[in-house]
């Protein structure tokens, strides 16, 4: 089913803008990827957000998001969100994250790491994970490990967000030269992922250009040779990251900001309707993590200061740029520019 099939019940819905309060264009920006990110809205009106929410401190920020979200699809208006930044402050205080707590304007894509570890937290709690079944090949050797390491992280502190927004990257030495022969793996969960841009010539790369440069190999040899503890010998190594597995709400955040606080401003082409991760899973059902983009924030300045933006597909496959609270069509060749920061991914089902 193509995505624009699957949430007929968003459309004409959720065309609503946002007032800035304070410095608070990242967070508007933020507000509207998620607003329209579904599978999350879905999730909320079920009756296991209710019987799953806690008492953490955390909490009030969930709550009041679930109200700003509400308010969003009732009608389509202009809202100033105070109830959300007064939860912001709240936690963020709380939490000694000052950084959120003030009214400075601040990075979009830390905000995000920020805001659903708040929304994890408000619905974690204990569950039973068991990893079973017979390990018969290398991949099930990967496999395993993957799976421990969940059960090791989650299983006291699992929620419905880590299901979601979750994938699986593995920091894997392999014999040199032969990427199937892998010898020793380090599983990590990662919620949003950061690339990097390649130094290649021109004024543009791709999405893919950017994953290839975040999954680039480091030949380790001679003298530097990695020591194999199984074999007790030195031996010549690959190391990198490859995927286990990718979320079905995938962020990518593009690491735009050099050392010196310097902003590369090239265009990242990206498919919208279209983005095949499949050849770099390493994981079961490889073939299935196909991608459709639905939202970008944007950062128009430098490192010092500047505005956000958004362009989020409707649930009718139309496009909207939010700033604040103007709302109009954006044309889908003005959809991603260099001022592309965060990218937000749905799965294709």
């Known amino acids: 089913m193509q ?17 800035n309060v304070g410095n608070t264009c990242y967070v508007n920006s933020c507000i509207q990827c998620l607003s329209h990110t579904y599978e999350l809205n879905d999730f909320l009106k079920t009756s296991s957000y209710e019987k ?49 707590s003030g009214h400075g304007q601040q990075d979009v894509a830390e905000f995000l790491l920020f805001l659903i570890d708040a929304f994890h937290n408000s619905i974690s709690r204990e569950v039973d994970m068991k990893v079973s079944g017979p390990v018969e090949n290398d991949k099930d050797v990967m496999a395993k490990s993957c799976y421990v390491m969940m059960k090791d992280m989650f299983e006291k502190d699992y929620s419905e967000i880590v299901g979601m927004f979750y994938g699986i990257h593995v920091s894997a030495i392999m014999k040199a030269g032969d990427e199937s022969n892998v010898l020793s793996v380090r599983p990590e969960p990662f919620f949003v992922l950061s690339l990097p841009l390649p130094s290649k010539p021109g004024n543009q790369v791709s999405i893919i250009d950017c994953v290839n440069e975040f999954c680039i190999k480091e030949r380790l040899e001679g003298e530097n040779a990695w020591f194999n503890e199984k074999t007790n010998k030195k031996e010549d190594i690959d190391k ?110």
């Not at 995505?3 to 007032?19: C, H, Q, S, V, W």
């Not at 929410?53 to 700003?68: A, C, M």
């Not at 993590?289 to 950062?299: A, E, I, M, S």
Request: hydrophobic share 35%.
């Open 3 to 19: 995505n624009n099939e699957r949430f007929t019940e968003y459309n004409d819905k959720g065309i609503t803008g946002l007032a």
């Open 240 to 349: 990198g990251i490859i995927f286990w597995s990718f979320p079905d709400v995938l962020i990518i955040d593009l690491k735009r900001w050099g050392y010196t606080g310097n902003k590369d401003k090239r265009l990242v082409t990206c498919d919208l309707d279209y983005l095949d991760l499949t050849s770099y899973v390493k994981g079961y059902d490889a073939d299935s993590y196909k991608y459709q983009l639905y939202g970008v924030c944007n950062h128009q300045g430098g490192a010092l200061g500047g505005h956000y933006t958004a362009n989020v597909r409707t649930a009718k496959n139309e496009w909207m740029c939010f700033n604040d609270m103007s709302v109009n069509p954006v044309n889908v060749d003005k959809v991603i520019t260099p001022a592309a920061y965060c990218l937000f991914f749905r799965k294709i089902k």
């Open 52 to 100: 799953r929410l806690n008492k953490k401190p955390d909490s009030v920020l969930l709550v009041e998001w679930d109200n700003l979200r509400k308010m969003m699809w009732k009608q389509n208006c202009s809202i100033a969100p105070w109830g959300f930044i007064k939860a912001i402050r709240k936690v963020s205080a709380h939490k000694n994250r000052e950084i959120f």
